[in-house]
């Protein structure tokens, strides 16, 4: 199976990105030829956002998740197939929701839920801001309201295509996470993209073994400011993504191990003594 499959797919990201656009143009549009002052009243009403945005809210995030879901039920199920492991990841998918999986769902929701909630209020926020600085340097209310228009649909745009791209990743990646460890699988490939768009601290980390239960921080690994612990995907602008070792043959032994806060080369038999004390379910190959 190719290591790609366990991204998820742009469409998700782009449908996304495309329902959320389309929410805001909808409930955050300036009224046309509004003056300085009808603006600046707007941008107060975005600070209470009604009960009918935060229901679009929560439907465009349940939409989001459960897409991510279900693509990431379809590539459990190839890659378990492969490995040997597919009536046991059949049942495990047929209870999840009652699980781990459950759990992350709804978190996930719950947390896009959010993120989409406080947008229109940190981005009044930020235009008042920006009123008062071109107030201080003598703009002229036309030219205030001018600059808005211009410069707040960019900056929604550009906000919600980054939650787009990084939220369908982080819930990919945690609905990985949670499947593992409900089928006794703690280990995953990290793997990158592959071309020159990789940042230097997760190219350093392509094709490195890593726990699930002990997050890395890649920056730190790679001599750079520690912009936190995280898996594969679930950092800003991230298009890593975590492949779940279900088979040592996934990866070319000896092969380079994340353990005890360090990343070293590991052989197959000393990675298996780590297995096997951790209790991991690692079939041989995928004709064993």
Request: proline share 3%; net charge positive; hydrophobic share 40%.
């Amino acid at each position: 199976m190719k290591s790609s499959a366990w991204q998820p797919f742009k469409r998700i990201e782009e449908a996304y990105r495309r329902e959320l656009n389309q929410l805001f143009e909808k409930y955050l549009r300036f009224p046309d030829h509004a003056t300085l002052g009808e603006l600046v009243a707007r941008l107060t009403d975005w600070q209470r956002v009604d009960r009918m945005f935060e229901r679009f809210a929560m439907t465009s995030a349940e939409r989001m998740v459960t897409n991510v879901l279900a693509q990431n039920a379809r590539t459990w199920r190839a890659a378990a197939t492969e490995a040997g492991e597919g009536a046991k990841v059949f049942e495990t998918l047929r209870h999840e929701l009652r699980g781990r999986v459950g759990a992350t769902v709804r978190a996930k929701v719950v947390e896009n839920a959010d993120l989409i909630r406080t947008l229109p209020g940190d981005l009044a926020v930020k235009a008042t801001r920006r009123i008062a600085l071109l107030a201080r340097s003598g703009a002229r209310s036309e030219s205030i309201v001018k600059d808005l228009r211009r410069t707040l649909p960019r900056a929604y745009r550009s906000r919600l295509a980054l939650i787009a791209r990084t939220e369908t990743s982080k819930a990919s990646t945690a609905l990985t996470r949670a499947r593992s460890e409900e089928l006794g699988s703690g280990w995953y490939v990290w793997r990158t993209s592959e071309d020159q768009r990789v940042r230097l601290s997760h190219r350093k980390m392509d094709k490195v073994v890593v726990p699930f239960a002990d997050d890395p921080s890649p920056e730190q690994l790679a001599g750079e400011k520690s912009e936190g612990r995280y898996a594969a995907g679930e950092i800003y602008n991230c298009r890593c993504s975590a492949e779940p070792l279900l088979r040592y043959d996934q990866v070319q032994w000896p092969a380079r191990v994340y353990y005890g806060g360090v990343i070293r080369r590991m052989t197959l038999n000393q990675f298996r003594g780590l297995a096997v004390n951790q209790h991991e379910t690692i079939r041989s190959s995928a004709a064993a």
